[in-house]
C-alpha cells in the first residue's frame, strides 16, 4: 500500500481514502455515550492531523500489534460539520509493506554510508609518530565507534542548523570532507584537522536526546556543561585506554573547545593554532549552508524568502537562477580575441 498524503485538499468530504501513514500519538477517550474511542496522531512528511477511531482502545492496537509510532495502514475519511473539519479512521491495522518511520518524517537518509565516509577519512589521516604513541586516528576511531548508535540517530541542534534526525552525521561527515580537501590547498596537520573536525560535536551525543521521531530537546547535561565539555570528557575516557602523544592529545581537545571560535559565541577558549580556527570556519560555513539549502526549500528562483533567516544574522535569503549549461546552444565569448600579437598573458 502506498503512503497516504494527509493534506486536506487531497480529501474529498465524507469519501474514504486508504494507505500508510505515520502513527506518532494515541490515547484512549470515551464519547458522551460512553462508547470507547481513540485519539491519534497521523503523520507523513510535513503533513499532520488528528484523527479519531470509535469502538478502538489503545489495549486493542497493541493486541493488533500496534505500538506507537509505528507504521499503518488506515481507511480515513474526512467530515466536516459547522465549517470544521473532522478525521474519522474506518480501520486501522498494521503496515506490512516494508516502509520504515524514517520514510514518514524528515530525516537523513544513509546514516551509515555517511558514518562509514567519516571512518575512511580519519583512517586516511592516521600521522604515525615515533616513541611508541597511539595516533589520534586511532583514538577517534575508537571513539566513533562507541558512540555510534546515538551519533547516527542525533540532530545536530534543537533549531538552526541540522536540526532533524541524523542532522549530526551529515554536518560532521561534510566537515571532514571540507578538512581533508583544504589540507591540500593549506599546510596543515591533516591527522589534527580531520580528528578535531569529526570529534567536534561529539559531546552533542550526551547533549541532546533526539527520538526516534527527530524530536530534539537538551538533556540536564546539556543544559550544565555544553557539548564542548561533555566531548573533551568523551575523549578523556577513551584517552586513558590509549597512549597518544600528550601534546598531540592537549591540542585535539583544543579543537574542540574552541571550535566555536570566540568566547562570546560559547568557546571555551580561542584558537590558539590554524587547524583550530580552520575548523571553526568549516563548521560556520557547513552550518550556514545548510540554513541558505534549507530555506531554498520551497522558493522559487529569483525571489527573496518570505522571512528573514535569525542563524544568517537575520538576512534576507535571495535564490538566484539557476542557468543550466547546453554545449550546442551556449555562446562563449571569445574575451581574448582582438589582441593578435600584443596577447597579454603569453
Known sequence: ?????????????????????????????????????????????????KANAFDM?????????????????????MTTNNGNVYYNIEKIEPDKSGLQISDFINCVSETDKLFDNILNTVNRSEKVIGDGFDSLSRLTLSI?????????????????????????????????????????????????????????????TEELDTSVLGDCAYTVDGRLLGHAILGIQIINKAAARFNCDPERLELLKHMIASHHGKLEYGA???PAIPEATFLHEIDMMDSRYYMYSNTYTGMRDSTLSAKKIFGLDNVTVYKMRQVKEDDEDLEIPDYFDGFGDDFPFE
Request: neutral net charge; hydrophobic residues 40%; glycine residues 8%.
Open 1 to 49: 500500500m502506498s503512503k497516504l498524503s494527509l493534506y486536506e485538499k487531497g480529501f474529498e468530504p465524507d469519501v474514504a481514502r486508504m494507505g500508510s501513514v505515520l502513527l506518532t500519538s494515541v490515547e484512549d477517550g470515551v464519547t458522551k455515550t460512553g462508547k470507547p474511542f481513540i485519539k491519534t496522531v497521523l503523520q507523513n512528511i510535513g503533513q499532520k492531523v
Open 57 to 77: 482502545t489503545v489495549d486493542k492496537l497493541k493486541e493488533m500489534g500496534i505500538e506507537c509510532p509505528s507504521v499503518v495502514n488506515v481507511r480515513i475519511k
Open 144 to 204: 566513533l565507534g562507541e558512540n555510534k548508535e546515538k551519533f547516527i540517530m542525533s540532530a545536530a541542534g534543537v533549531t538552526m542548523h541540522h536540526d532533524l534526525r541524523g542532522g549530526l552525521v551529515l554536518h560532521t561527515e561534510k566537515m571532514v570532507e571540507a578538512a581533508d580537501a583544504l589540507c591540500n590547498v593549506y599546510d596543515l596537520d591533516r591527522e589534527l584537522l580531520v580528528c578535531g573536525a569529526a570529534l567536534h560535536d561529539i559531546g552533542k
Open 268 to 270: 571555551a577558549a580561542m
